[in-house]
């Protein structure tokens, strides 16, 4: 047990990192029916542009909030101004356009910041809960944790009882019927896409923290967060959140058996994988159907 | 799904006619490349041919099926671990483990693919891009085999065993040649399928599954033969890249690749060979090119990026598509034509020129061909830029111009000169092509600027004297030929 809780507690908190990339992800393609590939790019830019503000010695708080309203205001353009010509396509085809958005940002800031190493320090990296007086888990993985959980309530809460949430709903069951019913369906499009944002500048701020401060691995960490909103059939906030965690727990507990250690990261992907399949045999595929337009 | 107005008809033409461009042109790039290109370009390029099948198997499940396979590359991971490991363990002939490899890789195809014969469109594509990631990690710790003991046959201590290239293309030149040939073998049985029952078959099932099993065609086998051919290829692929270095690096086949091949794939054009073609020369090419100039690579994928969205947004049928449609109703008597005057007037003026004691032969024929060239595909290239932004200003650029040109012709034709309603495009294509080329010869083929821009102005003149000369007397060859054989581009989209 000694030895088995602090990894249990990295994992737990790196799980609460994928499981709000995987509500951010979950709440988008819920409203929009699309599924973002570029989120990891803008939590990557937003780290990168964090850790420059920072580095050229301004307030720390400036740095957290380019960083987040450069990755919301980036969501935001691609959900005004790109999202809307693509409607009218296969959802495929919408879910592969963002890849490309994704590869626009990604190659942009790895032009402009290159490969150096680098550390995106957060304030409350320093302190941490003490245990048997050893750290047992600082501050920031804390801080994710509470954020993972906070913000999910919140948008259970945004979805359960705002009309923003029941035009999202709406918007889920039949987009063709609700815009009828006079729901503006690009407003609360783009509301979405905003929400995505935010929720990618966040995570991709914890990312660049715990993982690496680079803008192709951040990119790709969409694939790890994809995997948690697969378990959660890209429809359920609770069951994403539950997928993160047990992502995050199981790449970190392997580290624990010698033999499978370094399998560890492929631990999301194995989730996922047998999720689909489950799902698939359960006959639950994913849950938005696009028959209104044939 | 959306009814999709680019979603394509069955291309018309028997299975051995279109099959026949592609053993053509890839039969002469591998006769005519290692005499143009230097040894690095054509390492490049063999790496290109085998991109461009493993594009190929993309642009089948894509195009034929609107299936999304992130995991192809992945397969021609697995493709390529199988071949060496037969070969390093049972030292094995080249071929005969390439073909294990490949039907292993289509054994993994299938596996991959049994679950998408029940799956919508996204969550195949979310599947594979899983599987794509776990091969990544398994390949990242198990790495290829390279001569040691043991199942995975990785060496601990010591140098890295390289394999042989097969016996009949042992050197570089050898060996791209023998890529290419398999290239047109894969790209070539992949158009037969097309052209025969299982490309009817997809093309029904792509429509409508329900109108499909209607129809008595099963979705499941086709689908699923979809899928392991499209394997085999992809495997094949991967022994091949083996091949090529004698190895593989563990890093050789990460996801962020698999996912950039399909995006290129897109943007290359699904629909037909060319595009994949030019989706291998996106992927490994260009960036290689820029490279020699010192660009970054990264710009590279940002302009993918915008480009994938372009040609997503415009219909999906990237730019071999647009390239098709530029060139859709060019005849059969016309290539032969242009052919022959191209000829004449290339070795005509060199032959001149070195007559004149202005230029060598070999620099005045290719510069009188380059300018010939340019003619006929500048057009093209300005249409294909104008396209990323948009059919609409494609248009309009075009209804611009013919207006304009109408109106110039008008005023000429007053002064009672001879009227030509093109006169802006050709004029500005003359002006830029000779210019450019001219500045471009003179630096690589050390020739005066001048001589240059001579020489490629009477290319482009004696061209059209040529023409007009021949008119009267060709006409009804022209006919001939092209009731004989009918417009060779027409079946591409």
């Known amino acids: 047990m000694d030895q088995f809780l602090p990894f249990l507690v990295v994992g737990v908190s790196v799980g609460a990192v994928y499981a709000l990339s995987g509500v951010g992800l979950v709440v988008l393609y819920r409203a929009s029916g699309v599924v973002n590939f570029s989120y990891g790019a803008l939590g990557g830019l937003a780290a990168m542009l964090c850790w420059q503000i920072i580095d050229l010695e301004y307030a720390d708080w400036l740095g957290w909030v380019v960083g987040i309203g450069a990755a919301t205001l980036l969501s935001w353009a691609y959900g005004r101004f790109i999202a809307p010509s693509l409607t009218h396509q296969d959802k495929v085809v919408r879910a592969m356009a963002t890849l490309g958005f994704a590869l626009l940002i990604m190659g942009i800031s790895q032009w402009y910041w290159g490969d150096e190493p680098r550390r995106l320090v957060l304030p409350t990296d320093s302190g941490g809960l003490e245990f048997d007086g050893r750290r047992l888990i600082s501050y920031t993985r804390l801080l994710a944790l509470g954020l993972a959980a906070s913000l999910t309530l919140a948008m259970l809460w945004l979805l359960a009882k705002t009309p923003l949430g029941l035009r999202m709903r709406a918007l889920q069951s039949n987009r063709v019927l609700s815009a009828l019913l006079g729901v503006r369906v690009k407003r609360v499009d783009t509301w979405a896409w905003v929400i995505a944002g935010v929720f990618a500048g966040i995570t991709g701020l914890f990312m660049g923290n715990m993982v690496r401060l680079n803008p192709i691995v951040l990119t790709f960490l969409v694939i790890p967060a994809m995997a948690a909103a697969v378990v959660g059939r890209l429809m359920s906030l609770p069951a994403t959140v539950l997928g993160g965690l047990l992502i995050g727990v199981t790449e970190t507990l392997t580290a624990l058996v010698p033999e499978i250690s370094r399998y560890g990261s492929a631990a999301a992907f194995l989730v996922a994988i047998l999720a689909i399949l489950w799902q698939q045999r359960q006959g639950i595929g994913l849950s938005r159907d696009n028959s209104h337009l044939d | ?493």
């Open chain 2, 1 to 493: 799904m959306a009814r999709d107005k680019e979603k394509m008809d069955i291309p018309p033409g028997k299975p051995l006619r279109r099959v026949m461009p592609i053993v053509v042109t890839l039969g002469l790039a591998a006769v005519l490349g290692p005499w143009l290109f230097s040894a690095y370009w054509l390492n490049t390029f063999t790496t290109v041919a085998c991109l461009a099948l493993v594009a190929g198997t993309v642009a089948l499940l894509f195009g034929q099926l609107g299936m999304v396979s992130l995991a192809q590359f992945a397969l021609a991971g697995v493709g390529g671990w199988v071949c060496l490991r037969l070969i390093h363990g049972f030292a094995l002939p080249f071929e005969i483990a390439l073909l294990a490899g490949a039907l292993v890789a289509a054994v993994f195809g299938l596996l991959v693919g049994l679950p998408a014969l029940r799956m919508r469109g996204l969550y195949l594509a979310l599947l594979t891009l899983m599987v794509a990631a776990a091969v990544q990690v398994v390949v990242d710790v198990v790495g290829f085999p390279d001569g040691g003991a043991g199942f995975t046959g990785k060496i601990v201590a010591g140098q890295r065993v390289l394999i042989q290239r097969p016996w009949i293309a042992s050197s570089d030149t050898a060996y791209y040649r023998y890529v290419v040939l398999w290239l047109a073998f894969g790209l070539g049985l992949i158009e037969w399928q097309r052209a025969t029952m299982p490309g009817r078959a997809w093309a029904l099932i792509r429509k409508s599954e329900a109108a499909a099993t209607a129809a008595g065609v099963s979705v499941l086998r086709y689908k699923a033969w979809a899928f392991t051919f499209g394997g085999f290829l992809a495997g094949l692929s991967g022994g091949l890249i083996a091949g090529l270095n004698g190895q593989l690096d563990n890093t050789g086949f990460p996801v962020s690749q698999s996912i950039l091949l399909y995006a290129l794939t897109v943007v290359g054009g699904v629909y037909n060979w060319v595009g994949v073609i030019f989706a291998g020369l996106l992927v490994r090419a260009l960036p290689a090119l820029l490279n020699d100039h010192g660009v970054d690579g990264n710009l590279a994928n940002a302009f993918y990026g915008f480009a994938l969205l372009v040609s997503l947004i415009q219909g999906r049928k990237g730019l071999a598509g647009q390239l098709a449609d530029f060139y859709k109703f060019v005849r059969m008597s016309r290539i032969l034509e242009g052919l022959a005057t191209w000829g004449v007037i290339s070795i005509g003026l060199g032959l001149l020129f070195t007559v004149l004691g202005q230029a060598g032969f070999a620099g005045a024929f290719f510069i009188s061909l380059i300018a010939l060239l340019f003619r006929l595909v500048i057009p093209g290239v300005c249409w294909l830029l104008l396209g990323f932004f948009g059919k609409r200003l494609q248009d309009r650029t075009e209804d611009m111009e013919a207006a304009l040109s109408l109106r110039l012709a008008q005023v000429f034709e007053r002064q009672g000169w001879v009227p030509d309603h093109r006169f802006i495009k050709r004029v500005l294509n003359w002006l830029f092509i000779g210019l450019f080329v001219a500045w471009v010869a003179s630096g690589v083929f050390d020739v005066p600027f001048v001589t240059a821009l001579a020489l490629i102005w009477l290319s482009l003149a004696a061209k059209v004297g040529l023409e007009v000369a021949a008119y009267p007397h060709l006409l009804s060859l022209r006919q001939r030929i092209d009731k004989r054989f009918p417009k060779p581009f027409a079946s591409y989209r």
